[in-house]
C-alpha cells in the first residue's frame, strides 16, 4: 500500500502544485479593488449610557473581489459594527480592524481607514417637567379662556448635558380666534432642537371660553 501512495511521489506533488497555482491564478484574475465610505454602528452600548459624540461617522474602506460582485457594490451592502459593550462614561478609543467589517460574499477587506475611532459617552437621566400650552388668538370681545393641559408634567429622558437645558415642554401652536364653548385638542410636543425622549408625545388641552363677569 505504502509503496502505491510513493510511487511517482514527485509528480503527484508536483500536480498538486500546478493545481494550487492554477487555482489562484484563476481566482485573481478579474479581481478589483474598491474604496468606499461605509457608516459606523455602535452596538450594545450599555443601557445607562448614551453617545454625546465621535470622532469619525464613517470610515474608509478599501474592499477586493471579482469584478462582477464589484460592480453593484455600495455602503448600504456593507456593516462596520463597533462593540460598546465595555464603553464606560466619558471617553474611550475603540479600535476598528477588518474583523469588525461584515461583507456580502466573496469579497475581503485590505484596509480600514481610521483604525479607531473616539467616542464620548455620558449617563442618561430622566426629569419631569411642565407642559406649556402654546395658544394664540383673541377671544370673542366680552369673554375669557380658562386653559386647562393633561398632562400637567411629562417625564423626559435624555443625555445628562441635554437633559438640564430643559425646564418645559411647550405644544404646538393652537389658533382659537373665532371659538366659542369648550373645546378639547390633541397636540403634539414640540421638541424641536431637543436631544430629548418625553414619554408622550401629545397632550390634550381644553378651553373653554366664558363671558366675562359685570
Known sequence: MKNR?????????SAVLISVFLWFFVTSRGQTELSLDAPLEFKDIPLALGIVNSSAKAVTLTVRGQDRFMKNLNASDI???????RAKQGEGIFPID???VKLPFAMSVTNVSPSSVKVKLEEILSKTVPVLPQVIGASEKGTQTSI?????????????SDIRKVDALRTEVLNISGMNGTITEELELD????????????????IT??????
Open 5 to 13: 501512495i510513493f510511487n511517482n511521489f514527485g509528480i503527484k506533488v
Open 79 to 85: 456593516r462596520v459594527i463597533v462593540d460598546m459593550s
Open 98 to 100: 477588518k474583523g469588525n
Open 148 to 160: 386647562a393641559v393633561e398632562p400637567k408634567s411629562v417625564v423626559i429622558k435624555g443625555l445628562r
Open 191 to 206: 421638541t424641536s432642537g431637543m436631544n430629548i425622549t418625553p414619554e408622550v408625545s401629545k397632550v390634550k388641552v381644553t
Open 209 to 214: 371660553f366664558m363671558e366675562k363677569k359685570k
